[in-house]
């Protein structure tokens, strides 16, 4: 029975990977922030562990209580909408320390066994905003195209461990939290001369089309830990399938 450790499984991608995964028989360690043992149904497969990828002792201690894993998947993030010039360099250094220094944290801290027992896989769950440049999302693409840099380079010194590193492109996911949670930190991002720019941002995203589920990337993270053929890079939803195709 294999063993997944999943970063950011409160809600949205993470809570859905989980289910996937424990629905397939796998033994899941699903790490949370703030633990809540209510969203996922209990299981003797089931682990509910806190972690804080910024904090360097949280990651000790989570990796040292979950014990041998065999796909890492680094979830956790969390999303920033705004002008440049509007976001303060603190809040820039709070998307990449979760975003890029938080997946790159976890990596370094599960390397060790991975390279131990010659095995592992490493799912870094990034965004299809990488694929195209888009309004409003500078620091946010910063920090997730740099995973992709990361992760890209990263496969190359792990071949000979015979460890794979993965990345999978959500698109946009208005079922889910994320967008609401990045709309918290947006209050002083977006100052008023940019105003008639997020006004059209805004309502373009209220035209109909093509977007992303939670199961999308649950579906895609799976073929990412279980396919050894697969393509590096795995978009995850219809719109970010199609940016990737485009």
Not at 175 to 187: C, I, P, V, Y
Request: aromatic residues 6%; contains cysteine.
């Amino acid at each position: 029975m294999k063993t997944i450790l999943i970063t950011g499984c409160s809600s949205g991608f993470g809570l859905e990977t989980a289910r996937h995964f424990l629905d397939r028989d796998w033994t899941v360690i699903a790490t949370m922030r703030t633990p809540r043992e209510d969203v996922l149904p209990r299981s003797d497969r089931l682990r509910i562990l806190r972690l804080d990828v910024t904090d360097a002792d949280s990651i000790g201690r989570a990796v040292e209580q979950a014990g041998p894993v065999d796909v890492l998947v680094n979830n956790a993030g969390i999303g920033l909408l705004g002008a440049l010039e509007g976001v303060t360099m603190d809040g820039v250094r709070e998307i990449f320390a979760t975003n890029t220094f938080g997946a790159m944290a976890m990596t370094q801290a599960l390397l060790p066994q991975f390279r131990a027992r010659k095995s592992g896989v490493i799912v870094n769950v990034t965004s299809s905003v990488t694929l195209k440049p888009l309004h409003l999302l500078s620091v946010y693409t910063a920090s997730k195209a740099a995973v992709n840099a990361f992760t890209e380079s990263l496969a190359l010194e792990l071949e000979p461990f015979n460890i794979r590193t993965h990345l999978v492109l959500p698109g946009r996911a208005p079922d889910t939290a994320f967008g609401e949670n990045a709309r918290s930190r947006m209050r002083d991002a977006i100052p008023e001369a940019y105003a008639p720019l997020a006004q059209s941002v805004f309502a373009a995203w209220q035209q109909p089309g093509p977007v992303t589920h939670a199961a999308d990337v649950a579906e895609t993270v799976w073929r990412a830990a279980t396919d050894p053929s697969c393509p590096m890079r795995l978009a995850a939803g219809a719109d970010a399938v199609a940016l990737a195709s485009a």
